[in-house]
């Protein structure tokens, strides 16, 4: 017995340590196995529960050593460290943090808000230091953009008051012109069956939403249950995200014309078990709702330019949008961190020794309208000379996520990188290039390749060829924290990406810029 004892002392200061190491070479707050006095008496019921089968237990995130390390790397790349490149997401998200903690509700690197702009500057900052050449900022005023104020949602009954902390505007929802009073009907998964025999005119529409496969995409957005219920007459809709916990989520971004005639509210889990439950219970509950809102113009973003000059004037370019919703660790702090490292890899090479000249840049308003004058449309109608000259387009966003997976009540992380949606258009030479790094380097892949890609590489795939991965799961939610992106995931498609980068450097233009997909301009 006293054995035993002594080894599960050793075993939990070993992983203490582990943890701790962790949060000083990667810069965030590791996570190690919580004991039940630290999760509460809710924690130590859940873990009483089978497993996690039936239970919601809080996600676990390992610490960055305890994953998995792809071995193998071309020697050249061993400089590539991934906790250096956790290090800069760490310092791009913190950008991000002080956004939420200045007291907006609408936070993070939100294109034309201050924190776009010192991101921005973080960016040229980076570019300089590195020692790229003909850095400039290209300054555009955005088109009007949706801005949400403040809004409010409490749900009240004969059982008692909860706020719906997690209530999040779905993106170019319509206000609600001060507060207003509905009444919840429960809607199932928002289909026009389950709105046989239920009356929602005049009330709010509550739906839930099955993740397919990530926070961006749940079931009630792809079956188009938000117009389904404005049809039925619903004045107001909410979407209840069915990740495990109480997750806040932004599924959309981008549209410019509105999703419904009615406010369309996105909630977590949790706080859509407690509309539901008081519904079950028939507390009467009744919903205040205010959302304030308002189109904004006259803002103004900018993208980030630097030249690394190789041996001619062909190029390589490299891309990442730099917005982000929360705090945007994945999405996309890790495409500018990967972006960072490559400029740095290829800046310790003697120019005499880059066949190519490579041009990194950065797009905004990504998430949100950016108009001719900006992010990519700008790019294509201005940088044709450099685009007809491209070897490969270079697209980083989304680089590496932990593996998580909903297992009974809980949304489980591991130990391992998560598989990737991936593209790769040009020349059957290019494709088998990227085919085999990506095997050799591990990179793990959905089993069908995008038949066009989306992300930043959407607008510009017609334009050269081009590649990207692009991981997904915990992306537009408070989830996409540091702790959810891995550092040895980063360090391993970084490393795969300048190893594309040399291989492509091998081969004459002509053989890479065929298969290119037409383009409508």
């Excluded at 892949?445 to 590649?467: D, I």
């Amino acid at each position: 017995m006293g054995k035993r004892i002594l080894i599960a002392v050793l075993t939990l200061a070993t992983t203490v340590a582990v943890g701790r190491l962790s949060a000083q070479r990667s810069g965030g707050t590791s996570a190690v196995v919580p004991q039940p006095s630290q999760r509460g008496e809710a924690g130590a019921q859940a873990t009483r529960g089978r497993s996690g089968r039936a239970n919601y237990e809080p996600t676990l995130w390992l610490p960055d050593e305890q994953f998995l390390r792809w071995p193998f790397t071309d020697p050249q790349y061993a400089k590539i460290d991934g906790f250096k490149v956790k290090n800069y997401i760490n310092e791009i998200t913190a950008i991000s943090r002080k956004s939420r903690d200045d007291g907006n509700q609408y936070w993070g690197r939100i294109a034309g808000t201050p924190y776009d702009k010192m991101t921005t500057d973080w960016v040229a900052a980076q570019y300089k230091r590195i020692g790229l050449e003909q850095i400039r900022v290209h300054e555009f005023t955005l088109p009007p953009q949706w801005f949400p104020h403040s809004w409010e949602v409490i749900v009240a009954g004969s059982g008692g008051t909860v706020a719906i902390k997690t209530a999040f505007p779905l993106y170019a929802s319509v206000g609600t012109k001060g507060p207003v009073e509905l009444e919840p009907v429960w809607a199932g998964t928002g289909l026009p069956a389950d709105f046989l025999g239920r009356d929602v005119r005049g009330k709010a529409a509550v739906i839930y939403g099955f993740p397919d496969p990530g926070g961006r995409e749940n079931t009630a957005m792809t079956f188009g249950a938000v117009a389904t219920a404005e049809r039925a007459g619903a004045a107001a809709v909410f979407v209840v995200l069915g990740f495990p916990g109480n997750v806040t989520n932004e599924p959309a971004g981008g549209q410019t014309t509105a999703p419904a005639s009615v406010p369309v509210f996105v909630i977590g889990n949790q706080d859509g078990t407690a509309i539901r439950e008081m519904i079950e219970k028939q507390q009467s509950p009744r919903m205040r709702v205010r959302l304030d809102v308002e189109m904004k113009s006259g803002l103004k973003s900018a993208s980030v330019f630097g030249v690394l000059p190789g041996s001619s004037d062909e190029q390589v370019i490299v891309q990442a949008h730099t917005d982000s919703f929360f705090e945007g660790a994945m999405d996309n702090a890790s495409g500018i961190a990967t972006q960072l490292t490559l400029a740095e890899y290829f800046a310790s090479i003697p120019k005499a020794q880059r066949r190519r000249t490579m041009t990194f840049y950065t797009t905004s308003a990504h998430h949100s309208p950016s108009g001719p004058d900006g992010g990519t449309q700008w790019i294509k109608a201005n940088m044709k000379d450099v685009l007809a000259k491209t070897a490969v387009l270079v697209n980083c966003e989304h680089t590496a996520q932990v593996a998580t997976f909903v297992f009974g009540g809980s949304l489980v992380a591991s130990n391992t990188v998560s598989a990737r949606r991936w593209y790769v258009g040009g020349s059957d030479q290019l494709k088998a290039i990227v085919a085999k790094t990506f095997k050799e380097y591990g990179i793990a892949l959905y089993s069908r390749a995008e038949t066009r890609p989306g992300g930043e590489l959407g607008p510009m795939y017609t334009e050269a060829p081009s590649f990207h991965i692009i991981d997904q799961t915990v992306y537009h939610t408070d989830l996409d924290t540091l702790q959810a992106v891995p550092a040895y995931g980063l360090e391993q498609s970084a490393r795969a990406f300048a190893k594309i980068i040399d291989e492509v450097n091998k081969l004459p233009l002509t053989s890479l810029r065929v298969n290119i997909p037409a383009g409508n301009n």
